[in-house]
């Protein structure tokens, strides 16, 4: 199987880029934060105090099955049965996520489930710890950036398209929020490995940024 490890912060791109490249070379793209996300979902559905009370998370976990599945050519999440795609892209789902991606019970559970993945399919990988962590022997790990300010303005832009109420300097101070809970966690923190490729596209549109990212692809799968 060919694994392709792309990580970097929230708002980079990972997921459209991902999405494109996948496309583009034939593999199939795996979201890993929104296992994360559905998982946060659930917590916050049932009441779980995910901040301090880590043995509720954990004996929610031992009672929750998620599935992954492809529609349309669209991962979606099933959760204890349920498709909860549409639910998981919300501000509060997005902290959420991030205050729940720190215990280490979950990251194991969500671990398992990112290698067993990799081992079925040709795939692009998207996450925070996919080239340091998950899949240290990817084909090719990719670092995809962006300064702060760009990266809130593109996570803004999309949460108006959507309808989503908000202000620009909500986006940004969350964004600034989970950029050090997720780099600054003692289990997998997000930090480039060193035999990553850098790819900053702070300067690029969509466009080229899927060209960069193929483009490092090609030069060392070919
Ligand atoms: O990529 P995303 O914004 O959908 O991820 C949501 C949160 O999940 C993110 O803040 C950190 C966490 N996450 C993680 O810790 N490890 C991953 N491989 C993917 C996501």
């Not at 792309?6 to 979201?31: H, M, N, Q």
Request: glycine content about 4%; charged content about 30%.
């Amino acid at each position: 199987m060919i694994n392709i490890a792309l990580d970097g912060p929230s708002g980079a791109g990972k997921s459209t880029v991902a999405r494109r490249a996948a496309e583009i070379f034939d593999f199939v793209y795996i979201d890993t934060g929104a296992m994360f996300r559905s998982l946060a979902l659930k917590a916050l559905d049932t009441s779980v105090d995910i901040v301090s009370d880590h043995d509720a998370v954990v004996s929610m976990l031992n009672n929750t099955s998620l599935d992954i599945c492809r529609k349309d050519g669209q991962q979606h999440m099933i959760l204890d049965g349920v498709d909860v795609t549409g639910k998981i892209r919300t501000p509060e789902v997005s902290k959420a996520a991030s205050d729940i991606a720190i215990i280490p019970a979950v990251r194991e559970w969500v671990l398992k489930a990112e290698r067993a993945l990799a081992r079925k399919y040709d795939c692009i990988m998207d996450g925070r710890d996919i080239g340091t962590c998950v899949l240290p022997n990817a084909d090719v790990k990719i670092f995809l950036t962006a300064s702060a300010e760009a990266r809130a303005q593109r996570r803004h832009r999309e949460l108006i398209e959507k309808g989503i109420d908000t202000s620009f300097d909500e986006v940004l101070s969350e964004m600034k929020y989970r950029d050090k809970q997720d780099c600054e966690r003692e289990v997998s923190p997000l930090r480039m490995s060193e035999d990553a490729h850098l790819a900053d596209t702070t300067e690029l549109n969509l466009e080229e940024s899927v060209d960069l990212v193929c483009s490092i692809i090609r030069k060392v799968i070919n």
